[in-house]
């Protein structure tokens, strides 16, 4: 195997052996970044990700006069602001290929006198941004940008006043949606309250309460309400080990013969962990074990062996729990006896890519047979993938789904536009290489 700035080869043959961890949680280190700005005091993140979505929001929170120290490479030291502290930045803020900063920070600065500008790269300005500046809006941030405030560059007037506290019902299950109006709430005029179809990760509730936010969470979460300025101290984060950035891991040692794998200090946050669900449910070999709360999440060890996997259909509530590995699981699906279907899943085609035609048009390039509907896919087991070229469409989680697949091929798989794999997981190409033999 060999990785450079763009290309991963991939090699196939041997197993995977051995006991790693993986980079800290994504979703967990942006928030360590924007709750330790809007906080009194110095918040200090260990096993923070930096990878380059998490980069740029530390960027950007600099761009607006935070002073943020990385004396490690995974250790961050935020000097918080407090609430009202953040300052009208000079340029344009840059959130490059990250979702989460870009749905987050609008409703960070919906609530401030200033104006600022967001923007990002191609896939960034391609996704849907009314499903939170339409709700802003409704709480009287003043928001332009393209196609009705939907597209970056987006605009943010600021305002004097404080935002009107609204109780919103999100049409999607979507954990930036609800943390960009909770954040919203901070700066609002009472309680606001924002209600979900289904559970999606609740990082943002746990984190800010622990930062000192009054958060109630009433119909077995679905519900969360929020009360505004309240006082926010800086705290220590300890970040688990990304679980989406595992899933890579646990699904290449459960398909390749001979393999098995320990990987430590895993986030299994319940909203998060529907991936170990999925492969049960297939029949893989999973232990988790030593469990125990750090800093308010759920964390383990998690070992997992090669077994013989079988279809399965995944859909309904479990899809927020896994949105990010569905990928993944699609990959698992073809080395497995019998059909998988994936449906409920249509969010995918909003990612950095649409991950269901991306995915569907480049396995179909290693010679396999995956079936595009709707909302999911069609995927028959037993199959047989001969190798080639493929090309991630600068998507990481494309990347590194294209790279697994690749272990178990006939011959050799290239996979272009690799080094968006940065996003989530920097080391991964030597990290799975490390534990082959
Ligand atoms: O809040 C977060 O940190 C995230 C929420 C999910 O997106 P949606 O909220 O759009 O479902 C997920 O896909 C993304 O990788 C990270
Ligand atoms: C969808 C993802 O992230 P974001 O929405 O933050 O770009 C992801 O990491 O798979």
């Known amino acids: 195997m060999h990785e450079s700035h763009q290309i991963v080869s991939i090699t196939p043959g041997g197993s995977l052996r051995g006991e790693t961890e993986v980079p800290g949680d994504k979703s967990i280190s942006h928030r360590a970044v924007m709750f330790g700005a809007l ?9 923070f990700l930096p ?4 980069l740029s929001t530390i960027d950007c929170f600099r761009k607006l006069g935070v002073s943020i120290e990385m004396p490690g490479p ?6 918080g602001k407090g609430l009202k502290g953040l300052q009208e930045p000079a340029d344009i803020l840059d959130v490059g290929n990250s979702g989460t900063t ?3 920070i609008t409703g960070i600065l919906s609530g401030q006198s200033f104006f600022s500008v967001l923007t990002g790269d191609g896939s960034i300005r391609r996704r849907p941004m009314a499903r939170v500046t ?3 809006i409704e709480m009287g941030a003043a928001i332009r940008g393209r196609e009705g405030a939907n597209k970056a560059p987006l605009a943010i007037y600021g305002t004097e006043r404080p935002l009107k506290a609204i109780h919103y019902q999100s049409p999607v299950a979507s954990a930036q949606v609800k943390s960009a109006i909770l954040l919203a709430g901070l700066f609002a005029d009472g309680k606001t309250r924002v209600t979900e179809p289904l559970l999606s990760r609740d990082h943002t509730e746990r984190m800010l309460s622990s930062f000192g936010a009054k958060l109630n969470r009433l119909d077995q979460g679905l519900t969360t309400e929020i009360e505004s300025f309240p006082s926010l101290n800086g705290q220590e984060i300890e970040v688990p080990g990304d679980i989406s950035s595992a899933a890579f891991l646990l699904v290449a040692a459960s398909i390749v013969p001979g393999s098995e794998l320990t990987l430590r200090n895993i986030g299994i946050n319940p909203t998060r962990d529907g991936i170990l669900d999925v492969l049960r449910e297939m029949g893989a070999n999973l232990h988790v074990e030593n469990e125990r709360l750090v800093a308010g999440e759920p964390v383990a060890d998690i070992t997992v062996q090669s077994a013989s996997l079988k279809g399965t259909t995944v859909g309904g509530s479990i899809i927020p729990r896994l949105i990010d590995e569905l990928p993944i699981i699609a990959v698992a699906a073809l080395f497995a ?8 899943a249509a969010e995918l085609r909003v990612k950095e890519t649409d991950r269901i ?3 569907a048009e480049e396995l179909r390039k290693l010679g396999v047979t995956v079936e595009e509907t709707p909302d999911g896919m069609i ?9 080639g070229t493929v090309d991630s469409h600068g998507d990481h989680r494309i990347a590194m789904s294209l790279a697994v697949a690749g272990l178990l091929a006939a011959d050799e798989t290239v996979i272009h536009d690799a080094a968006s794999i940065d996003v989530s997981f920097p080391g991964f190409a030597a990290t799975l290489q490390s534990l082959r033999n």
Not at 39 to 47: D, I, L
């Open 51 to 54: 990878g380059q979505d998490c």
């Open 39 to 47: 906080a009194k005091g110095t918040t200090r993140v260990h096993r």
């Open 357 to 359: 035609a991306v995915l």
């Open 134 to 136: 339409k709700p802003l």
């Open 379 to 387: 995927i028959p087991g037993n199959q047989q993938i001969q190798g």
């Open 102 to 104: 870009l749905r987050l």
């Open 337 to 344: 006896e019998g059909t998988t279907i994936i449906k409920d």
């Open 74 to 79: 995974t250790e961050v030291l935020v000097h």
